[in-house]
């Protein structure tokens, strides 16, 4: 726990954070009240009342947010293009300082208006599906709008001045469909990506961009790993795979280079102007970073572009989180209904199925608008190919350190076994291959994964366990007693002795070692 309390710690003077905000609110003259929000993965964040009754809200980035100065003023400058450019509604900035050395605060801070309505979170659940259509469709719109205007390069957004300051350079952004004067304070620079700037990596001279061709992106990350794993990797055990051997950092390089055989050719086909398209999206489009009107049910602001940045669509295009059904989803345009049997069911089972079909329904219904609404949009997430090609990309940066190992190497197996029918026109053999060993041990470290994965989808979905191990501060002792007192029960279910071992081994929310 302290740990993880260390990244998320910020040092900062509250007394001047408050001094900044009075200055950016309308003639305020105090502040009269600071609620702090909730605690965020990556982010403090407070409410300021002034005495003019004026509101703003101030945002601190933690440890973990990225890397220091990129980080924030990436997000002010996307935020700003944002406005600017595409007129979508994001919350104003008002004041920022990305250099918590030189500032009064002494931590890095944006100060922006408080936005308008209320999250989207507080009401979904309450609305009727009408309303909630209505919702998708003006997500669609704003998506749609983003893929208008294609970028040069694939990286992050910065004003060109704190650019040049960063990386002593900063191009012109030249977009022909794009106002000049829109662009002439912006440019694009390296990503923010945590997993390209943690720890050792951020003193190391990594490519994080900005690239020019999808290629040069895949085969960066591969070669970014790569070196860091050499440099700093080191034996660990893996109890999915061994019980006894040690997962050697060669087996991370040997994985990485298959990957680099394969890196060039998981990338947008050339002539396919959608796919290849370098589009500004959300990162993480989820219900409680949308701001809507009570009344009108209007999106009022968008919220929480921090790490956003521009890439080929063929990376982006997805169903966002807040549509996403989490189970699988009938093909075709079809309407979810009811099972035959329904009304003999129980009411528990009822209630199920009707949030099941709920769920698939807005999924689906995003599905039909962005094809009805976005034909950029639609012509890259109709592909069902696309997500099997670009997976492997998205696993590679910092592969050993999430212990991603197993899904970069399951991703791999699928495109090697499905390689003729992905690739179909023109290209070589798959450039890689995996042996009956490696098959079959990966099939062994599968069989323990499922086991304990479906173990927990059991415990959380009684609410047992918390999803993705988070709880808050005040719930965190009764977390380690169902903790415990689960785990036993998971080890209890062994055969023997030796099965024993393992499962106690398995469980993943283990006791920090001493």
């Given at each position: 726990?302290?740990?993880?309390?260390?990244?998320?710690?910020?040092?900062?003077?509250?007394?001047?954070?408050?001094?900044?905000?009075?200055?950016?609110?309308?003639?305020?003259?105090?502040?009269?009240?600071?609620?702090?929000?909730?605690?965020?993965?990556?982010?403090?964040?407070?409410?300021?009342?002034?005495?003019?009754?004026?509101?703003?809200?101030?945002?601190?980035?933690?440890?973990?947010?990225?890397?220091?100065?990129?980080?924030?003023?990436?997000?002010?400058?996307?935020?700003?293009?944002?406005?600017?450019?595409?007129?979508?509604?994001?919350?104003?900035?008002?004041?920022?300082?990305?250099?918590?050395?030189?500032?009064?605060?002494?931590?890095?801070?944006?100060?922006?208006?408080?936005?308008?309505?209320?999250?989207?979170?507080?009401?979904?659940?309450?609305?009727?599906?009408?309303?909630?259509?209505?919702?998708?469709?003006?997500?669609?719109?704003?998506?749609?709008?983003?893929?208008?205007?294609?970028?040069?390069?694939?990286?992050c957004i910065y004003f060109k001045d704190d650019l040049r300051s960063l990386t002593g350079d900063a191009e012109n952004l030249n977009i022909k469909s794009a106002s000049t004067g829109a662009l002439e304070r912006f440019s694009i620079g390296?990503?923010?990506?945590?997993?390209?700037?943690?720890?050792?990596?951020?003193?190391?001279?990594?490519d994080r961009g900005p690239w020019l061709d999808p290629s040069e992106y895949t085969q960066a990350l591969g070669r970014n790993e790569l070196a860091w794993i050499k440099s700093a990797a080191s034996p660990r055990m893996n109890y999915y795979?061994?019980?006894?051997?040690?997962?050697?950092?060669?087996?991370?390089?040997?994985?990485?280079?298959?990957?680099?055989?394969?890196?060039?050719?998981?990338?947008?086909?050339?002539?396919?102007?959608?796919?290849?398209?370098?589009?500004?999206?959300?990162?993480?489009?989820?219900?409680?970073?949308?701001?809507?009107?009570?009344?009108?049910?209007?999106?009022?602001?968008?919220?929480?572009?921090?790490?956003?940045?521009?890439?080929?669509?063929?990376?982006?295009?997805?169903?966002?989180?807040?549509?996403?059904?989490?189970?699988?989803?009938?093909?075709?345009?079809?309407?979810?209904?009811?099972?035959?049997?329904?009304?003999?069911?129980?009411?528990?089972?009822?209630?199920?199925?009707?949030?099941?079909?709920?769920?698939?329904?807005i999924h689906k219904y995003y599905e039909a608008q962005v094809c009805k609404r976005a034909p950029r949009h639609w012509a890259v997430l109709q592909r069902k190919d696309i997500p099997v090609i670009r997976k492997p990309v998205w696993l590679?940066?910092?592969?050993?350190?999430?212990?991603?190992?197993?899904?970069?190497?399951?991703?791999?197996?699928?495109?090697?076994?499905?390689?003729?029918?992905?690739?179909?026109?023109?290209?070589?053999?798959?450039?890689?291959?995996?042996?009956?060993?490696?098959?079959?041990?990966?099939?062994?470290?599968?069989?323990?994964?499922?086991?304990?994965?479906?173990?927990?989808?059991?415990?959380?979905?009684?609410?047992?366990?918390?999803?993705?191990?988070?709880?808050?501060?005040?719930?965190?002792?009764?977390?380690?007693?169902?903790?415990?007192?689960?785990?036993?029960?998971?080890?209890?279910?062994?055969?023997?002795?030796?099965?024993?071992?393992?499962?106690?081994?398995?469980?993943?929310?283990?006791?920090?070692?001493?």
């Open positions: 726990m302290a740990l993880e309390l260390s990244k998320r710690y910020v040092k900062f003077n509250l007394q001047e954070l408050i001094h900044a905000a009075i200055n950016v609110s309308m003639e305020a003259r105090y502040c009269t009240r600071i609620l702090k929000c909730a605690e965020g993965l990556h982010n403090k964040a407070f409410v300021l009342t002034m005495d003019n009754g004026f509101e703003v809200l101030a945002k601190l980035p933690n440890p973990n947010a990225g890397p220091p100065h990129y980080t924030t003023a990436s997000e002010v400058a996307t935020r700003e293009l944002l406005r600017d450019l595409f007129n979508v509604p994001v919350p104003r900035v008002l004041a920022w300082s990305s250099d918590a050395a030189n500032n009064l605060v002494e931590a890095e801070y944006i100060i922006e208006e408080k936005a308008p309505g209320v999250r989207l979170g507080a009401l979904w659940n309450q609305w009727p599906r009408e309303l909630k259509l209505e919702l998708i469709r003006q997500v669609v719109d704003i998506e749609n709008i983003l893929t208008t205007i294609p970028f040069p390069k694939h990286g390296p990503l923010v990506s945590t997993d390209l700037w943690t720890g050792t990596r951020g003193d190391m001279r990594l795979r061994s019980i006894q051997d040690y997962e050697l950092p060669e087996e991370g390089i040997a994985l990485l280079t298959q990957y680099m055989h394969v890196a060039p050719h998981l990338v947008p086909p050339s002539m396919d102007g959608a796919a290849a398209a370098n589009v500004l999206w959300h990162p993480d489009l989820h219900l409680d970073n949308v701001f809507v009107d009570p009344d009108t049910r209007q999106i009022t602001r968008i919220v929480d572009w921090q790490s956003a940045c521009v890439a080929p669509l063929f990376y982006q295009s997805g169903v966002p989180r807040m549509f996403r059904h989490p189970k699988p989803v009938r093909e075709g345009w079809i309407v979810p209904e009811r099972p035959e049997n329904f009304d003999s069911l129980g009411e528990g089972e009822k209630n199920k199925i009707d949030d099941d079909l709920e769920g698939e329904t590679t940066s910092g592969v050993w350190e999430n212990r991603d190992l197993f899904f970069l190497r399951q991703s791999l197996i699928s495109l090697a076994a499905r390689w003729e029918e992905l690739f179909p026109d023109d290209q070589p053999p798959c450039p890689i291959k995996f042996t009956e060993k490696d098959l079959e041990l990966h099939s062994k470290e599968e069989e323990n994964m499922n086991g304990v994965g479906q173990m927990l989808v059991l415990f959380r979905d009684q609410g047992i366990l918390p999803v993705d191990g988070m709880v808050d501060p005040s719930d965190f002792e009764i977390a380690k007693q169902n903790c415990r007192k689960f785990k036993d029960i998971f080890i209890g279910l062994a055969k023997d002795d030796d099965e024993r071992k393992l499962f106690a081994k398995l469980w993943p929310y283990q006791d920090p070692e001493k």
